[in-house]
């Protein structure tokens, strides 16, 4: 008597990569230092330097501005550039 079609094994084929959402970017002109600190190459010290700056300018207009923070030039602003916001 045949049992039927041979019924091959599942393959276990690891999940498809999901692709990762875009991290939020962080507002400038509303982060905490805290917040600050997780952007590339942002220790405790520049995040309190960007958010005095803010406090003492009325915040940033652009994120071009960021160059003024003592520290910030223009290398560590392009790698964070695709990741902060002003709005």
């Known amino acids: 008597a045949s049992a039927g079609p041979v019924i091959p094994p ?3 084929t ?3 990569p999901q692709p990762h959402p875009l991290p939020r970017r962080v507002n400038i002109n509303t982060a905490s230092a805290t917040e600050l600190e997780t952007l ?3 220790g405790r010290v520049l995040a309190e330097r960007i958010v ?3 406090q ?4 940033f207009q652009s994120v071009d501005e960021l ?4 520290g910030i030039g223009p290398k560590k602003l392009e790698d964070i550039r695709p990741l902060v916001t002003v709005r």
Do not use: A
Not at 56 to 59: C, Q, S, V
Not at 67 to 70: A, G, K, S, W
């Open 67 to 70: 160059l003024e923070v003592r």
């Open 10 to 12: 599942p393959q276990l």
């Open 56 to 59: 003492r300018n009325g915040g």
């Open 14 to 16: 690891p999940p498809e």
């Open 52 to 54: 005095e700056y803010r």
């Open 40 to 42: 590339p190459g942002i």
